[in-house]
């Protein structure tokens, strides 16, 4: 009989890739994580690792048990949702995860859905997707607001359940004190950019739209943190593409012109397909389309 808890962590390991991002992950020691999968092994009675390096990947049998594992997991936790599907009020706790720009945004739907639920405890994680989307697998959150960028089709796990929550228009953004008088997608080749670091799926998007616009951005200022890239563009230090929630919420004034690029981020919930009826998580979905039912524009009018 294969030991249940030794099948999530292999399932980790062929998420995350190496022993020692599992053993961060569940708090564990590396040694710790290598010993059970050992004893999976003997379980098991193949190999289900292999020595690359200084490290290990899964051999085609360890791939094969890591996929039915997440299924059995699954199927698992959603035994145990069912259990609770007829639960009301919500109950327990929701833990939520959303990159910078989203999070300040949902702070008020979060807590107006607290509020509500007085049975539930909503919890708020600031973390980019690419944290958040395997700590959602992992269990550590319930709930992922994550971002889609135009032309980049999003590559989602198994079991992950994906609802629209807003389209957030993005613009070039920049000081007129910057411009001068000039067109800025004219004046584009000779401006400083500030934009997300290389990797951000918003850095690639921003350039490639830049390229076919004519111009290859000069980037000198790079930051995850969009307050940070509009506090640049404020200055007259740099031009900018941003989505239209970190905006101020008049189109255009004096001091800041704003050019609409005809594209926008898709801003998303993720759930795991087992908790996706649980009662708190629903309660907390509903909250978010919710403040995000027309688009993502009213919520800038609320917060600034």
């Known amino acids: ?16 890739g190496t022993i020692a991002a599992v053993a961060e992950a569940l708090h564990m020691s590396p040694s710790g994580i290598s010993q059970q999968l050992a004893l999976l092994e003997r379980e098991a009675g193949a190999a289900l690792l292999e020595r ?14 890591a996929d039915r594992a997440a299924d059995i997991l699954a199927a698992l936790e959603l035994a145990h949702a069912e259990l609770r599907s007829g639960e009301d009020p919500p ?20 807590l107006g859905c607290q509020k ?7 919890e708020l994680v600031e973390s980019e997707p690419e944290v958040a989307v ?35 228009a993005l613009e070039i953004v920049a000081a007129s ?5 000039r067109d800025v997608v004219k004046a584009g080749s000779s401006l400083p950019w500030a934009l997300e670091p290389v990797g951000a799926a918003s ?22 943190d969009l307050d940070l890239l509009l506090l640049l563009v404020h200055q007259g230090a740099a031009a900018s593409i941003l989505p239209r929630l970190v905006l101020p919420p008049h189109r255009e004034t004096a001091t800041l012109i704003r050019v609409e690029t005809g594209w926008s981020r898709t801003l998303v919930a993720l759930t795991r397909q087992a908790r996706a009826g649980d009662p708190s998580v629903r309660a907390v979905r ?10 993502a524009v009213p919520l800038t009018d609320e917060l600034q």
């Not at 509500?116 to 909503?122: A, F, I």
């Not at 004190?177 to 008088?181: I, V």
């Open 1 to 16: 009989m294969l030991d249940v808890r030794r099948l999530r962590f292999l399932v980790e390991l062929s998420q995350r």
């Open 52 to 65: 690359v390096g200084r490290g290990v990947r899964l051999t085609e049998a360890g791939q094969r048990l």
């Open 286 to 295: 509903r909250s978010l389309h919710g403040r995000f039912r027309e688009s």
């Open 116 to 122: 509500l639920h007085q049975g539930l405890r909503v």
């Open 203 to 224: 850095r690639a998007w921003s350039v490639q739209h830049c390229l076919g616009l004519g111009f290859t951005p000069t980037v000198q200022y790079e930051s995850y």
């Open 91 to 110: 109950t327990g706790t929701c833990r939520v995860a959303a990159f910078g720009s989203a999070a300040r945004a949902l702070v008020p739907a979060l």
């Open 177 to 181: 004190d910057l411009l001068r008088g």
């Open 134 to 168: 395997p700590a959602l697998l992992s269990g550590e959150f319930d709930l992922v607001v994550s971002e889609e960028y135009p032309a980049a089709a999003p590559s989602l796990p198994r079991h992950v359940h994906r609802e629209v929550l807003a389209e957030d």
